[in-house]
């Protein structure tokens, strides 16, 4: 599913209609939209809000986490490009075991 219904209430979708650029969401929609089949799995797993961000880009970031022996994706990588191409902000973190960064 798109949208994991119990959390999202008011508030969180006024913070995002605040945060995201009215042209992202349009071009995120349209994308969906023109092929939902293709481009219903790869979307990041987080949104980080910046509410108070002098930038509107700057107020909010796609985020796709990738755990210990994680790649990316070849749909996620085809979202990332598509985020570039439409300047929409978005980033990977990798995460890592806590005994794996003392080990360096």
């Given amino acids: 599913p798109f949208v994991f219904w ?10 995002a209609l605040h945060c995201i650029p009215s042209g992202h969401l349009e071009a995120l929609f349209r994308r969906l939209l023109n092929n939902i089949k293709e481009h219903r799995s790869g979307f990041p797993d987080l949104i980080r809000f910046v509410p108070d961000a002098e930038q509107p880009e700057q107020r909010y970031e796609m985020i796709e986490v ?4 994680d790649r990316l994706q070849d749909h996620q990588v085809r979202w990332l490009q598509f985020f570039a191409r ?15 960064e003392a080990r360096g």
Avoid: F, H
Wanted: proline content about 10%.
């Fill in 66 to 69: 990738k755990g210990p022996g």
């Fill in 6 to 15: 119990p959390v999202l209430d008011e508030a969180l979708l006024e913070l």
């Fill in 86 to 100: 439409q300047g929409i902000p978005a980033s990977v973190c990798y995460v890592r075991w806590q005994d794996d």
